[in-house]
Structures are given as structure tokens and as C-alpha cells.
Nanobody
Framework: VQLQASGGGLVHTGGSLRLSCEASGRTFSSNYMGWFRQAPGKEREFVAA????????YYADSVKGRFTISRDNAKNTVYLQMNSLKPEDTAVYYC?????????????????WGQGTLVTVSS
């Protein structure tokens, strides 16, 4: 599975951005698509995930109510709509996928990773 992330940029506090992650290759081998982020000097952390079968979604507490993960099956693309952005959302955002049968927030359980896309929220 190959993943291509895009959509990062610079936005002011309270603004919005939409990240995209296009999957190609053996996409049927992944059950979950997720987004992680890594701020400077911090560990990579879970943001949101989507289960292809059934459409269940999962969010970190820090983004609930502000971020929405969704998909476009025809385009094999998963989106992360980010609203009400805060300076603490500044990070490199990565999309990832895993073939496990259960949802997980642990990055080491994700087998496939895209390149990161930088999101900067200015105060």
C-alpha cells in the first residue's frame, strides 16, 4: 500500500484545512486508515482513524468536535477536515494504514505510512 498525503499549509488560529491521503497499490490489504501528527520535540501521536468496512471513526480527545475523518471510496482517498485550528495543532501530519482487525492508536501497529505534510497554525 502506498500513501500520498497532501493539503498542509499555514493557517491562522480558528481557521480550517483539509488534508488528503490517497491510497494506491494493495489497498484491500488495509482495514484502517489513520492520521498521526508529530510536533517538534514530541512523539508521534494518534489523531484520527477510519475503518474501511462499516465506516467507524475514532478520534483523539484533543481533536474531537474539531476534526472529521472521511473517505471517498471511488478515489481511495481519506480526508481529515480540521476546523477551529489552534497553535497546538501545529505538526507534521502523517497518514497511515494497517491491516489489523481492531482499531489501535499505537503507531507501531500501522504498517504503511505516507510522507508527512506540515500544518502550521499561527497565533
Amino acid at each position: 500500500v502506498q500513501l500520498q498525503a497532501s493539503g498542509g499549509g499555514l493557517v491562522h488560529t480558528g481557521g480550517s484545512l483539509r488534508l488528503s491521503c490517497e491510497a494506491s497499490g494493495r489497498t484491500f490489504s488495509s482495514n484502517y486508515m489513520g492520521w498521526f501528527r508529530q510536533a517538534p520535540g514530541k512523539e508521534r501521536e494518534f489523531v484520527a482513524a477510519f475503518r474501511w468496512s462499516g465506516g467507524s471513526t475514532y478520534y483523539a480527545d484533543s481533536v474531537k468536535g474539531r476534526f472529521t475523518i472521511s473517505r471517498d471510496n471511488a478515489k481511495n482517498t481519506v480526508y481529515l477536515q480540521m476546523n477551529s485550528l489552534k497553535p497546538e495543532d501545529t505538526a507534521v501530519y502523517y497518514c497511515a494504514a494497517h491491516s489489523g482487525i481492531y482499531h489501535t492508536i499505537h503507531r507501531y501497529e500501522y504498517q504503511y505510512w505516507g510522507q508527512g505534510t506540515l500544518v502550521t497554525v499561527s497565533s
